[in-house]
T-cell receptor, first 115, second 110 residues
Framework: GAGVSQSPRYKVAKRGQDVALRCDPISGHVSLFWYQQALGQGPEFLTYFQNEAQLDKSGLPSDRFFAERPEGSVSTLKIQRTQQEDSAVYLC?????????????FGSGTQLSVL | TQLLEQSPQFLSIQEGENLTVYCNSSSVFSSLQWYRQEPGEGPVLLVTVVTGGEVKKLKRLTFQFGDARKDSSLHITAAQPGDTGLYLCAVDYGNNRLAFGKGNQVVVIP
């Protein structure tokens, strides 16, 4: 596709529900990243993949957060038993290569509101 | 502790005025990136600065990397409403994993 696509754009969940957020990276991009952006803050790193391998998940806030990229393209971020503090914009980004300062392309994000 | 401190947090100016925002740290970096994020969108890379003292220009935007590579500034000349957005600085701490500042929210009033 022309850019990184994320769905849904908006998600409202009741506290305790499970949610799944999808990311379609730019075709051919090796690296895929998930970031969390709380209101009034900069994005914070959650996890990243090189092809299908999850190489770093140190930013995931708890074991309720799980990410996968089984075929090295589309990725899903799953949050189990959502809490109000999970409310944020979840951004996905991809890059063609794994090099420092390789340009990252961000999607428009999924805005998650937990009531 | 925030790795990158951005100031001011919020700035509102009239169209045609100049502005400067800052990104500071106590750490030394090999490079630093600037992004602009508009409401409802993801950040878009504007520039990467890599050399101490480096100045890069992007139309009316001028980016400077401090001599000691601990800080950076963004200067906008004759701001336009289209410059409105959240300006984020970020550093790559390996394999494209980025640490962002909290951002400078700039509003340009027509």
């Amino acid at each position: 596709g022309a850019g990184v696509s994320q769905s849904p754009r908006y998600k409202v969940a009741k506290r305790g529900q499970d949610v799944a957020l999808r990311c379609d990276p730019i075709s051919g991009h090796v690296s895929l990243f998930w970031y969390q952006q709380a209101l009034g803050q900069g994005p914070e790193f959650l996890t990243y993949f090189q092809n299908e391998a999850q190489l770093d998940k140190s930013g995931l806030p708890s074991d309720r957060f799980f990410a996968e990229r089984p075929e090295g393209s589309v990725s899903t971020l799953k949050i189990q038993r959502t809490q109000q503090e999970d409310s944020a914009v979840y951004l996905c980004a991809s890059s063609f290569r794994v090099l420092t300062n390789e340009k990252l392309f961000f999607g428009s994000g999924t805005q998650l509101s937990v009531l | 502790t925030q790795l990158l401190e951005q100031s001011p947090q919020f700035l509102s100016i009239q169209e045609g005025e100049n502005l400067t925002v800052y990104c500071n740290s106590s750490s030394v970096f090999s490079s630093l990136q600037w992004y602009r994020q508009e409401p409802g969108e993801g950040p878009v890379l504007l520039v990467t600065v890599v050399t101490g003292g480096e100045v890069k220009k992007l139309k009316r935007l001028t980016f400077q990397f401090g001599d000691a590579r601990k800080d950076s500034s963004l200067h906008i000349t004759a701001a336009q409403p289209g410059d409105t957005g959240l300006y984020l600085c970020a550093v790559d701490y390996g394999n494209n994993r980025l640490a962002f500042g909290k951002g400078n929210q700039v509003v340009v009033i027509p």
